[in-house]
């Protein structure tokens, strides 16, 4: 077998069987790569060594060919004399490849090397001449696969270029050499050369070019200089040298506040597939460290440097101009009706996946205020959708990715914006004080990834050109663009979803859930515990992943954690009594549910549970017979899921319903497996609550349902002639907020949220709720009202059978009859 050269259009081609007579008998062309005298003396040198170590005596002397470097190309004369030789001999590409200096057991440039404006891996001359006399761990003559002379011809031919065979002949030979030079430095080293020039000289950028300008009624070359002005704009001109320098100044926003843990097994399997396909890193997004931390987990497995997709707000200067660089891609904000900027995203993306360059964005659209996922965006996507449509032969799978961090310094800014507070802008006062808050310990930055996702599978089948017109331009066929977005939907969902399977539960998440459960009151650490234990073995039970959670079965363990989110300010202590006492700080209830809402996700099913089966028992006699006559408890049982689940359809990523109900029937299945055999009696729902050792909703679906209340009372009390402003309306909503906090008629301050007002705003939308003008919108708007109050009604009750349960007066649990409570639930 004998390996060839790649092929331009192939960044790391399969290898090719070619029949050959023995290499050995064969005549060897040495294609130099050198740029300098001394590089060239040390190639001569190598391929004598190589010559007299392998080729039989008496065969044919070997040949040394200059064909320069990608910098300093060499007149292709000579080349072209030798090709014509009318032998077929063995082409051997040759490089030299110098390397940093050994710093600590990593071979980096340093901002140093940038300050004496020298890069260690592109020394001059008279640098290489002393490296070489005396460093000789510093270089390495480095060959690239070679290629027999007729199978470059084949190929040539084949190819279709208009360029002649000594320009293709170098053009592969130089491809083949950044392979094997990524062989000795790392993968993460991987960078594309001549990006624009490729894109825009290939036929489908020609063709696509030329209709768009017949669409919009424009000369071609004006709409090609428009695509190639916005191609410049976009694509990330990589050099090794400033993706060095680009790590060593992100690295304290980083290094010092988090130790990077990464599941190792994922990555080892994610490596193989990124041998053969293009991978889309799809990551949480929780805080600004988000990319260098991901870069880290990647960087110590020698994954290539992601293409990371960001807003063209963070473009500033000076980190602008070196983090696209080093392989950072600014995208603008919005460019909706730019047709020519879109072609230029979309063939972008099309030649970067197609080369087997990974990309990284973060569809969510920005940082979780409250720390859970937030609803994706579609935008990019759709181009890279698009751009699989238009070249069927690609495929790459998109990787879930979550990030979960013990601290976040962020967090009180993040959660003043909830509260209305503006957004600092980005720039260098912005980074630098960003930079402070990052020099202090905050414990693990946990990276794990979900199973990867194949989008070609997902999506319909490519429309067909019609003539000259290409597939895009002008708008997809009614068909075709209604099956995509249905594929771009369910794969943002089976992303999400991912990232959620993937995210962990970690300690600090877990006490926060468990003091957000307790309101305003503190709790002794033997209390805490005595919360935690079931919590713990819940998670046990449904094996979810965890990082550190057996720790809080320990007393000392469990007082470190909260001695942690007592000096980040999330919790507080006061031992002035027989024992420390420990609650979430006032004013700090948003940053503490941050924590909690990193994991909130796993449990949502059994607080709807919950919720389900107070609602049944309700309904029900002590028999268990109906009081309302409208069916069997498990048809009411489903009915009452699905109105809760489409209430929480803007919160939570729900699966289908089928699926949904088989994930309820689970948690059902925890709480008593003998759950099919029973009535629905109030005794009976009482004493499985009570004997479960905890109830969870009022833990993870108050703050959400409090929300919508807010929203929902502002609605029933607004004149249904009146459009909605959001700003304006979301200002009503905290100062209405506010104002139910202080008369105990809401529980939780984290409900006080512009991010969840704004869901819930949406979830008004969906119903219709602020079609003003509509003759029946008042009643609708009460009705939703009083939907919502009777789910924060059955929080509430669950909030007293959990404290009952706690205090451990299990056979006190919440009476069900002949009481006031009971006669306001009957009222309901």
Known sequence: MVETFPDASEEEPEEIEVAQPSISTRSHVYLSAAGSAVERELIRSWVRDEASADESPGGPAPDIVEIGTPGEPTPLGPLARRLDGGDDPLLVPVRVVWLPPDRGGERTVRW???????????????????????????????????????????????????????????????????????????????????????????????????????????????????????????????????????????????????????????????????????????????????????????????????????????????????????????????????????????????????????????????????????????????????????????????????????????????????????????????????????????????????????????????????????????????????????????????????????????????????????????????????????????????????????????????????????RNGVVTSYDGGAEPVYRINPGEYLVAAFYRNNAIHWFVNRAIVELVMLSVARGHGADGASTTGDGSPLDEAWHEALELRDLLKYEFFFPEKEAFRDQLAAELDLIDPKWRERTATQAEVRQLLSGSGFVMAHRVLRSFVEAQLVVADRLAARDPRVEVEPKAFFTECEGMGRQLLMQGRLRSEESLSRELFASALQLAEGRGLLRTGEPDLAERRVAFHSEIVDVVRRIELAEEIDARIASGRLEQAVPWRGTDREGEVEGQ
Do not use: C
Not at 212 to 229: F, I, K, M, W
């Open 112 to 566: 140093r090397d940038a300050l004496t404006f020298r890069d260690p891996r592109r020394p001059r001359s008279r640098e290489q001449a002393r490296i070489a006399a005396r460093h000789a761990d510093r270089f390495q003559v480095v060959p690239g696969e070679p290629a027999t002379l007729s199978d470059l011809r084949a190929r040539h031919h084949a190819s279709g270029t208009g360029a002649e065979l000594p320009a293709f002949v170098v053009r592969q030979a130089l491809l083949t050499l950044e392979r094997a030079e990524r062989a000795v430095i790392g993968d993460r080293y991987k960078v594309p050369r001549l990006v624009v020039e490729e894109i825009t000289s290939g036929p489908r950028f020609l063709r696509e070019t030329a209709s768009l300008a017949r669409v919009l009624g424009r000369p071609t070359e004006s709409v090609r200089d428009q695509v190639r002005a916005s191609l410049d704009e976009l694509v990330a001109v990589q050099s090794r040298f400033a993706m060095d320098l680009f790590a060593t100044t992100m690295r304290p926003f980083h290094a010092k506040a988090w130790n990077v843990v990464a599941d190792t097994h994922d990555l080892d399997a994610l490596r193989d597939l990124n041998r053969r396909h293009a991978l889309v890193f799809l990551p949480s997004h929780r805080s600004y460290a988000d990319p260098f931390v991901l870069a880290e987990a990647l960087r110590a497995y020698d994954f290539p440097r992601n293409h990371v997709i960001g807003g063209a707000n963070l473009a500033f200067w000076p980190m602008g101009a070196l983090a696209r660089r080093a392989g950072v891609v600014f995208i603008r904000r919005s460019f909706r009706d730019d047709e020519p900027y879109k072609l230029a995203v979309r063939e972008y993306f099309g030649y970067l996946v197609a080369k087997r360059f990974n990309l990284e964005w973060y569809f969510e659209g920005g940082r979780s205020r409250t720390g859970k996922l937030r609803p994706p965006k579609y935008g990019l996507l759709r181009y890279l959708a698009e751009a699989l449509l238009a070249d069927p032969g690609v495929e790459l799978h998109l990787v879930p990715v979550s990030i979960t961090y013990q601290h976040l310094a962020e967090v009180s800014a993040m959660a003043a914006e909830q509260r209305g507070a503006t957004k600092q802008r980005e720039g260098l006062g912005w980074l630098a004080k960003y930079a402070r808050t990052q020099s202090k310990p905050a414990g693990d930055a946990v990276v794990r990834f979900g199973a990867p996702v194949s989008m070609r599978a997902r999506l319909p089948q490519p429309p067909q050109p019609d003539g000259d017109r290409p597939v895009f331009v002008g708008g997809l066929d009614e068909e075709t663009e209604s099956a995509l977005k249905m594929a771009l939907h369910k794969l943002a969902f089976d992303v999400a979803v991912g990232i959620n399977d993937a995210t962990p539960v970690l300690p600090h998440s877990a006490v926060a859930l468990t003091l957000l459960g307790v309101g305003d009151r503190a709790l002794t650490v033997e209390a805490l515990q005595r919360l935690l234990d079931p919590l713990l073995r819940y998670v046990e039970a449904r094996t979810i992943p965890q990082t550190g959670l057996p720790m809080l079965h320990r007393r000392d363990d469990l007082l470190t954690v909260l001695g942690e989110l007592e």
